[in-house]
């Protein structure tokens, strides 16, 4: 499981993307955010909070596919964070349903089909266990509309004809009428109760998948769509659930196939478009994906990370959860904190305290009031505090206690006294967080001004098939570049109308999109807007960091002529260099 994350996230995009075939597709970018949070990669290490920063920014989709599979992925990131989003997905995927069932969504309006059905069915079930409102009235025609895909043979097919009964859906059907049966309230025990004719069907198609039983292949369709049936198979198998199909450990056997057939470098094969889906799925078959399971900790924050100070010689015991933000709270004491400060006949009430100062890495950040008037009881003084910075964090507490008033030995009367004690070090590691630069990166995408505008991109020359055309068409994993020989590298751009921006922003070719150390680095540009007005832009010296130009004002812009006058050749000396996504914004 390790190589296949290790895998997809060296194929990410500098926009937070990953392609689909030869372009970005936003349901491709989900697949593979939900594949890496269900095989446990942390919610804030830069892919993965770049790819939930991408589909933020996104368009809606006009597809169900990636209406469902973004749904799935948002939910699985962080459901509090991205609510509006996800209810304006739901809304968008529910107005798509017809008779049960789902077509391609709004683009192909056409007949339904199981395979968008049983995504649609995914994501709305995805939503609803995020706490997003899904209408109860969806689930009856919908367990209607999936009866219907079953055939004479107790297996599913793509259409509602009853034929061609596939295993990959029939592990769609079942897995789908399992996830309606639970919404329904179905009681296999009450089968008359049930007007769907669900269970009947469920039963049947799961008795389909026993007698069909395959790992190696898809049944009854060969190796096509392999990693998409087996990912079938684990729904179905989890939501039943079931150990097994007829005879055979389902888990057992396809998990033997898998890790027998991954490549070294981490991915499987794949007839879906570049071995992505392929991968994906294989991560979700391995990890079990359908067990519930969240994104987040339950009350602390993305990250689900937990600290504590239980026990030990530290004074006070602290607990922090999460990471963004991370709550932290005092849950006891030491023995010899409690007899020094707990009064007399308050034992086991909590102490008396006037304040509690937390700091973070020495640095006092917020002071908890408390009330000398009375224990304490089970008061925690807890604060929050968000962890934007990866490396190692300290956690302090100290706390401010009014000890009871006593006698000395001549019986004189000692009033009462501030003792002050202080936790240990707890110690928060927090792993890659993303800086501001790289947010940025994913979100330019959606504020592309270029997007869908037509123009003519040419250039000085070209080095094979790296043509100008390639700096302008929407895509992070294309660029531009001149030939070696090239002594002034120009890109021009002319559009065929007006784009109003104040933000020229420029890419470098990125080495993880072709053979590493294949180009040289522009760390100048010279930037002339409508031949007329030229600045100069220094570049960044990290090949995934862009260049960006502030004009001095908005512009009507017609034509960019983007030249290199200063390059470093590559490590392997070349000096073939070149542009990637050259885009057009306007900032505030």
């Known amino acids: 499981m390790d190589r296949g994350v290790e895998h997809l996230i060296s194929k990410q ?44 920014y996104e368009p809606l989709p006009d597809q169900t596919y990636d209406c469902a599979l973004m749904i799935m992925a948002l939910s699985a990131h962080d459901p509090k964070r991205h609510r509006d989003r996800l209810e304006d997905l739901v809304e968008r995927l529910i107005g798509w349903e017809a008779q049960g069932g789902w077509s391609y969504g709004s683009r192909n309006p056409g007949r339904q089909d199981l395979s968008n059905t049983q995504y649609a069915v995914m994501g709305l079930w995805a939503a609803a266990r995020a706490g997003i409102r899904v209408p109860k009235g969806i689930w009856g025609p919908v367990a209607y509309g999936l009866e219907r895909y079953s055939g004479s043979d107790g297996g599913f097919g793509y259409l509602q004809d009853g034929r061609e009964s596939t295993g990959s859906m029939t592990a769609a059907g079942v897995a789908a009428l399992a996830i309606c049966r639970d919404h329904l309230g179905l009681d296999p025990e009450q089968r008359r109760k049930d007007k ?133 709270w005092i849950n006891g004491y030491s023995q010899d904190v409690l007899r020094a400060c707990e009064w007399p006949g308050e034992e086991g009430r909590g102490m008396r305290v006037e304040r509690v100062i937390w700091s973070i890495n020495g640095i006092e950040h917020e002071r908890v009031k408390g009330d000398v008037g009375q224990p304490s009881g089970h008061e925690r003084f807890a604060c929050q505090y968000e962890f934007d910075q990866s490396g190692v964090h300290k956690v302090e507490a100290e706390v401010h206690l009014l000890r009871a008033p006593t006698r000395d030995g ?91 921006a104040n933000m020229v922003v420029v890419g470098h070719p990125h080495s993880g999109s072709t053979r590493a150390g294949a180009h040289g680095l522009a760390l100048e540009v010279l930037v002339t807007v409508n031949e007329t007005s030229t600045y100069r832009l220094r570049m960044h010296s990290e090949e995934e960091r862009k260049g960006r130009l502030r004009l001095p004002g908005t512009r009507r812009i017609q034509r960019l002529d983007i030249s290199i006058p200063w390059r470093v050749p590559g490590p392997n000396g070349s000096r073939t260099v070149g542009l990637a996504e050259v885009e057009l914004q306007q900032m505030r």
């Open 196 to 328: 769907y004719g669900a269970l009947d069907a469920m039963d049947e198609g799961s008795g389909w998948l026993g007698s069909h039983f395959s790992v190696t292949s898809n049944p009854l369709r060969g190796r096509t769509h392999l990693g998409y049936y087996l990912y079938g198979l684990e729904r179905a198998g989890a939501l039943v659930p079931t150990t097994q199909f007829g005879d055979h450990l389902w888990y057992e056997e396809g998990a033997r196939q898998l890790v027998a057939n991954q490549h070294p470098k981490g991915h499987w094969g794949s007839t879906l478009g570049g071995g992505l889906p392929e991968t994906c799925f294989g991560l979700l078959f391995l990890r079990k994906a359908t067990a519930p399971r969240t994104g987040l900790a339950a009350e602390g924050g993305a990250g689900g990370t937990e600290a504590s100070l239980l026990r030990g010689t530290s004074p006070v015991h602290l607990t922090v959860s999460g990471l963004k933000p991370a709550s932290m």
């Open 13 to 56: 995009q500098l926009d937070g993307t990953w392609n689909y075939g030869k372009k970005p597709r936003v349901g491709c970018t989900a697949l593979v955010l939900y594949a890496l949070l269900s095989s446990g990669v942390d919610p804030l290490s830069p892919a993965v909070e770049l790819a939930a920063t991408h589909l933020e």
């Open 410 to 500: 001549s019986g004189r009367l000692i009033p009462s006294a501030i003792k002050i004690v202080r936790s240990s070090e707890l110690i928060v590691e927090v792993e890659g967080s993303c800086p501001d630069w790289m947010i940025q990166n994913a979100r330019d995408r959606s504020t592309n001004l270029l997007a869908g505008v037509q123009m003519r991109a040419t250039a000085s020359s070209n080095s094979g098939s790296h043509k100008a055309h390639s700096a302008v068409d929407h895509d992070q994993g294309t660029f531009w570049l001149a030939e070696a020989g090239d002594e002034n590298p120009t890109l021009t751009i002319e559009l065929e109308s007006d784009v109003t």
